[in-house]
C-alpha cells in the first residue's frame, strides 16, 4: 500500500543556516535508509508557504490568490511517498521523520489503482 | 422460522459472535464487510426449515461458511445467491479459530484511533455488546455511536489496517494501545462509583476483555510473543479482576463511597482474589517487571488485610517506591507518600508532600493532595488544617458518592 507522509511545522524554524543544514542532513540519511528498504517512491521539500498560489474555484469560476491555503500555525513544508505492508509499518517510517522543533506528520493511505 | 431454531440462533450468537466477527474480519481484511456478511447468514439461516436446522451440527461453522460465502458474493459484487445448507455442511472443516479474536482486539484498538472510539469498537466487536448501551456509558446518542464505529470501521480498511498479528517490531505499540484502552474503559467505570447497575456491567466487560486478551495471548508461540507485554496484560488483568473484587463493598446501605481500608473485607470476592494472586505469580515468572504489575501488586497488597486482619503497609509502600522509580505521575507520588505515612509517620510524608510541586496541576491532582494533606494532618493531630484540606476537597469533587463521605467525614472532626 502507498502512503503519503506529509510533513507540518513551523517554517519559522528554519531560519537559520545551521538548522537548515542540519535537517538536510537528517533527511538525507532517511532516504538512504527507506531507499535501502525499498519502500521510497518519491518526495520532496517544498518552498516556503508564501510562495504558494492558490487556484480557486467558486461558482465555477477561477481566480488566484498569493500565499497559502489557510494561515496556520504550522505550514506543509514537505512530504513522502512511500510503499508499505500496512499502516504499523507507515507510522513507524512517520516517526523517524526529522523535525527542527514541534510539528506534526500527516500519515495517509493513498486510493488504490 | 421455530421457536427452537430462534433459541439456537440467538445462544449461538451469544457464544460465537465475537468469534465469527474476528474470523470474518482477518478473512476479508474489513471489519465493515464481517459485519455485513454476518448478517446476510443470520439472514439467510432465519429462512432455513426446521428439518434444515436440525441437520446442522455446529451453527457457529455453518454460520461462519454462510457468511464467508456472503461476503465473497459483496465483495464480487455479484447477486446474492440462494445457501443450502446441505451444501454448506459439506465444506472442509472451517471453522472461526479462537486465536482470531486477539487480532480483532489489535485492529479494534489501534493507536491510530482515538482512545474512546477504539474502548467502543473493542465493546461492540469483541464484547458483542449493543450499541444502546455502549452509547449510554460514553454518554452520547446511539446514532453518533452508531456513526463513530462506522467513520472508524471505514478509516481502518483505508488506511491499511489488517486484521493480522503485527510484525514483531510494532507488537509493543500495538499490544500497549490495547491495555491502555481496557485500563480507560475500567477508569471511567472505576471512577464513578454511583454510577450504578450500567456502570458496573461496563467494568465486567473491561474485566473480561483482559481475561480473554491474556487467553489469546497465553496462545501465541513463544517467539512470537514478547514476554513484557505479555507479563503487563497479566498486570493490567489482575489489576481489574481485583478491582472488582471489591465492586461490592465500595458504597454503603446510603451510596456513600467507601475507601479501600474501611471497606468490610469478608465481602470482597475471595475467586476473584485467588485467581489475580494467581496470575500475578505467572506474570512474575517472566521476569518483567511493570507498571500495571505492580500497581496489580499494591490491589493484592490490600487484598491480603482479608487474611492478616491488618493492611500491609510496608508492602505497600515498596511497591510505591518501585513504581514511582518507572513513572513520576502525580497519582503515584501521592500513593507513595499515603503509604510513607503509615510506615515512616507523619513527619516524614508531611517532607515528602510539601516536596511535590503543585503549581500547575489539574483538578483531579489538586484532589488528591488536599486528601493526602488531610490524612497527614490527622496523623499530626492538626485539627485545622486537616479540616481545611477537607473543606478544599469536598468543593473539588465531583463525585456524588465520594463527596457525601468526605462531607461525612468533614461534619465529623
Known sequence: MQYLLAIYEDEAAYQTESAWTAIIAAHTALVGDMQAAGVMRGGAGLQPSASATCVRTRAGKTSLHDGPFAEVKEQLGGFYLIEVDDLDAAIAWAKRIPLAADGVVEVRATIPD | ?413
Open chain 2, 1 to 413: 422460522m421455530s421457536d427452537a431454531l430462534h433459541a439456537r440462533l440467538n445462544a449461538c450468537l451469544r457464544a460465537s459472535r465475537a468469534k465469527l466477527i474476528a474470523s470474518l474480519s482477518k478473512h476479508f481484511g474489513s471489519l465493515q464487510t464481517a459485519e455485513d456478511a454476518l448478517s446476510a447468514a443470520l439472514e439467510a439461516a432465519l429462512k432455513l426449515s426446521s428439518a434444515q436446522a436440525d441437520s446442522i451440527h455446529d451453527f457457529a461453522a455453518w454460520l461462519y461458511a454462510s457468511a464467508r460465502n456472503a461476503g465473497i458474493d459483496q465483495q464480487r459484487k455479484l447477486a446474492r445467491v440462494e445457501f443450502k445448507s446441505e451444501q454448506l455442511n459439506e465444506l472442509p472443516a472451517d471453522s472461526p479459530d479462537e486465536d482470531d479474536r486477539l487480532h480483532l482486539m489489535l485492529m479494534c484498538a489501534h493507536p491510530a484511533l482515538s482512545t474512546d472510539t477504539q474502548a467502543m469498537l473493542m465493546l461492540r466487536y469483541c464484547a458483542n455488546v449493543e450499541i444502546e448501551m455502549i452509547a449510554r456509558w460514553f454518554f452520547q446518542a446511539p446514532d453518533a455511536v452508531q456513526r463513530r464505529l462506522h467513520r472508524a470501521k471505514a478509516k481502518l480498511a483505508q488506511s491499511g489496517v489488517r486484521c493480522e498479528l503485527p510484525a514483531p517490531e510494532h507488537w509493543q505499540m500495538r499490544v500497549q494501545s490495547v491495555l491502555s484502552c481496557l485500563e480507560i474503559l475500567y477508569d471511567q467505570s472505576y471512577s464513578n462509583v454511583a454510577g450504578g447497575a450500567e456502570v458496573d456491567a461496563c467494568a465486567r466487560e473491561a474485566e473480561q476483555l483482559s481475561l480473554q486478551l491474556v487467553d489469546a495471548l497465553s496462545r501465541l508461540p513463544q517467539p512470537r510473543r514478547d514476554d513484557s507485554m505479555y507479563a503487563e496484560a497479566i498486570g493490567l488483568c489482575a489489576m481489574l479482576v481485583l478491582g472488582e473484587s471489591r465492586r461490592a463493598t465500595r458504597l454503603d446501605a446510603n451510596r456513600e463511597m467507601v475507601p479501600l481500608h474501611l471497606q468490610p473485607c469478608a465481602h470482597w470476592d475471595q475467586m476473584r482474589i485467588d485467581l489475580a494472586a494467581h496470575m500475578l505469580l505467572r506474570a512474575a515468572k517472566l521476569q518483567q517487571a511493570g507498571p500495571y504489575q505492580l500497581r496489580a501488586l499494591i490491589f493484592a497488597h490490600h487484598a491480603r488485610r482479608k487474611a492478616l486482619g491488618h493492611t500491609p503497609w510496608i508492602d505497600i509502600f515498596d511497591c510505591f517506591a518501585r513504581l514511582l522509580s518507572l513513572d513520576e505521575h502525580p497519582q503515584i507520588r501521592f500513593g507513595w507518600t499515603l503509604a510513607a505515612l503509615h510506615v515512616q509517620g507523619a513527619a516524614f510524608a508531611r517532607h515528602a508532600l510539601d516536596a511535590i510541586d503543585c503549581s500547575e496541576f489539574a483538578d483531579a491532582h489538586r484532589l488528591s493532595y488536599c486528601l493526602v494533606d488531610a490524612e497527614i494532618a490527622a496523623g499530626e493531630g492538626d485539627v485545622s488544617r486537616q479540616r481545611a484540606a477537607l473543606a478544599k476537597a469536598v468543593a473539588l469533587q465531583s463525585n456524588i458518592a465520594e463527596q457525601k463521605y468526605l462531607q461525612r467525614r468533614l461534619a465529623g472532626i
